[in-house]
């Protein structure tokens, strides 16, 4: 049978949960790509890796707890840091219970298919056991 198929029949529950937690990890990612946009190319620091692509998560840290006494405007660097840091506190943490979600989708997965008991096949007679 098609995994396919026993994803929509069988474990159609999983398969929504599995993507909304898909969805929110590619709605985070998509607010790391825009806040990076945002950002003025003399702006840009340590904080950004080498290529430009991507936030560098120990540095976005580092900068927030140097922000903690410091009143901070809204749409201004320090902001869109905060906000990056946030962004990946909840990244983390929604990977986190994605790995706990898979685990038990794994094992009631494995639950329920140790519980199928296999169908018998149809055995045909052939004519040289006669």
């Given at each position: 049978m098609p995994f396919d198929l026993v994803q929509e029949n069988l474990l159609n529950d999983y398969k929504s949960e599995l993507?909304?937690?898909?969805?929110?990890?590619t709605s985070?990612?998509?607010s790391y790509d825009e806040i990076l946009e945002s950002i003025d190319e003399e702006d840009?620091?340590?904080?950004?890796?080498?290529?430009?692509?991507?936030?560098v998560p120990?540095?976005?840290?580092?900068?927030?707890?140097s922000y903690k006494k410091v009143k901070i405007e809204e749409g201004s660097l320090e902001s869109k840091i905060v906000k990056v840091y946030n962004l990946n506190e909840e990244e983390t943490?929604?990977?986190r219970n994605s790995i706990s979600n898979l685990i038990n989708?794994?094992?009631k997965i494995q639950k329920y298919l140790s519980?199928?008991?296999?169908?018998e096949l149809p055995v045909r007679k052939l004519s040289i056991f006669k």
């Open positions: 993507q909304e937690l898909e969805n929110e990890l985070i990612g998509s840009k620091g340590d904080f950004i890796n080498e290529d430009g692509t991507a936030f120990k540095e976005i840290a580092k900068l927030v707890k943490n929604t990977i989708i794994e094992n519980n199928q008991k296999p169908k």
